[in-house]
């Protein structure tokens, strides 16, 4: 292996022991020269037998196995990068895995474009219960081409979709070191990766699904166990992640629909406790036709997107409503 390799694969990991093996080999049967290709695993504090189904991996040196007392995954990602040594990072969930030209499909669009500072492709989502793959539906008109940063994040948020995140995401390691990752994005931080590089420079999105994402009954966000957990950890996520883009030097469109979807949340939030109120209803709608600087048509897809309508309805027509529903 040569002193430094040309890329990394970062695998932030907590319990998934069972998944682990599957997506480090992966990276191991790549189409890609291995000896330009280094492994960061960085376990946070796993429970199960993650140290113990490792050890067969610890003399190979493209492998760097880091144990740290549980923190969270923004905390894992940010260790995983202080301690990648690629020119090119890559993120690799620990239950899914990539395809085998993956690895030099990405790097061969990185190393054509300097200014490209962020290379996605579609996942293909494999549901594990029912045994069925198929792949991400990304917009036609962001694939097979550089898109400016900025101009991207700007169209994914008018239209409340992203993509590029997870075990898609490859960024270059500069980029990635232009920033640190607060330990309170925690269940968000995909989508932070993705915000603070792309404010960077140009994004090229591949048109073919190169990694695989499995969807399965141990997920956090599908296990029922977690739900009151999941629910705290993600009002305090995107406190956080609303806190870091609204003082950082983001296009002022996008900071206005960040405070736009603070707002949404405050008034979800208040409405589960029996609190919404008038003054909120009318910020909300203040916020959507005196500050955000798009057309009238463009206003009325957000309105659609962010589903305004639902959140500023009294709460007895929105609660008749859903029990119609069900």
């Not at 239950?95 to 990405?106: A, E, G, I, R, S």
């Not at 995140?165 to 990635?176: D, E, K, N, P």
């Not at 208040?270 to 909120?280: F, G, M, T, V």
């Not at 009325?300 to 639902?310: C, E, R």
Request: proline letters at 4%; a neutral charge; hydrophobic letters at 40%.
């Amino acid at each position: 292996m040569s002193n430094k390799p040309q890329l990394s694969v970062i695998i932030p990991t907590y319990n998934y022991a069972h998944y682990i093996t599957i997506a480090i080999d992966s990276v191991l049967n790549c189409n890609f020269n291995q000896d330009e290709i280094e492994i960061v695993i960085v376990d946070d504090g796993s429970t199960d037998d993650t140290q113990k189904v490792l050890n067969k991996y610890i003399a190979d040196p493209r492998i760097h196995y880091i144990h740290q007392n549980n923190q969270g995954k923004a905390s894992a990602t940010q260790v995983a990068i202080d301690n990648a040594l690629g020119e090119y990072i890559f993120n690799l969930d620990a239950d899914d895995y990539f395809l085998p030209n993956k690895l030099q499909q990405v790097v061969n669009i990185f190393n054509a474009n300097p200014q490209v500072v962020h290379v996605s492709h579609p996942a293909l989502c494999w549901v594990v219960e029912q045994d069925t793959k198929s792949p991400e539906l990304l917009p036609q008109e962001i694939l097979n081409q550089k898109n400016n940063g900025k101009d991207l994040l700007s169209f994914f948020y008018k239209r409340r979709i992203l993509f590029g995140g997870g075990s898609t995401f490859a960024a270059r390691a500069s980029a990635l070191r232009s920033f640190r990752i607060p330990q309170a994005v925690d269940m968000f931080i995909d989508e932070y990766l993705l915000l603070f590089t792309l404010n960077q420079g140009d994004s090229f999105f591949l048109a073919e699904p190169l990694s695989i994402w499995r969807i399965h009954n141990q997920n956090f966000s599908d296990n029922p166990q977690n739900n009151i957990a999941k629910k705290t950890r993600k009002l305090n996520s995107k406190k956080a992640i609303v806190t870091e883009v609204l003082k950082g030097d983001f296009n002022q469109d996008l900071q206005l629909l960040f405070k736009l979807k603070e707002q949404i949340d405050k008034i979800t939030y208040d409405e589960i406790q029996n609190q919404k109120s008038l003054a909120d209803v009318t910020k909300l709608w203040s916020l959507i036709f005196l500050e955000l600087p798009y057309s009238y048509s463009d206003k009325l897809q957000i309105i659609k997107n962010y589903t305004i309508i639902n959140r500023t309805l009294p709460s007895s027509i929105l609660n008749f409503l859903r029990q119609l529903k069900n």
